[in-house]
């Protein structure tokens, strides 16, 4: 089992970046695929990045493709988003999540932990 903690949310302008965190727990960290979710007001929770246990592989939302940046340091146990170019429509709280399997893509019932979320906001 792994517990997840999120940090780095907070307010930015449009444009701006912000660089989200999570830390896990435990010593299998490095056996999880990894990856973030988020979910705005009013809608579903919705798949952002995806990242293999090595790291060699990602996978992102059309969305935020080419702006955001998913990575882990398993020595760390520590993953990352870099997100640039942020835009209002980013506005959401963000997940990390943990999966057992070797590659869950992007449905977030396949993740099996999950942190309590950061708070992203940006105004235009």
């Known amino acids: 089992q792994v517990q997840l903690v999120e940090s780095g949310g907070g307010l930015v302008q449009a444009g701006g970046s912000l660089r989200l965190s999570c830390a896990a727990s435990?010593?299998?960290?490095?056996?999880?695929?990894m990856g973030w979710f988020r979910q705005a007001p009013g809608k579903e929770r919705e798949f952002v990045a995806t990242?293999?246990?090595?790291?060699?592989?990602?996978y992102y939302a059309d969305s935020v493709k080419g702006r955001f940046t998913i990575s882990r340091d398993n020595a760390k146990n520590t993953e990352h988003l870099q997100m640039n170019s942020l835009k209002p429509e980013d506005t959401a709280v963000y997940y990390c999540?943990?999966?057992?399997?070797?590659?869950?893509?992007?449905?977030?019932?396949?993740?099996?932990?999950w942190g309590q979320g950061t708070q992203v906001t940006v105004s235009s």
């Open positions: 999540a943990a999966a057992e399997k070797p590659w869950p893509g992007t449905d977030y019932e396949a993740y099996d932990y």
């Open positions: 435990g010593r299998t960290f490095r056996t999880y695929t």
């Open positions: 990242i293999s246990v090595s790291g060699a592989s990602t």
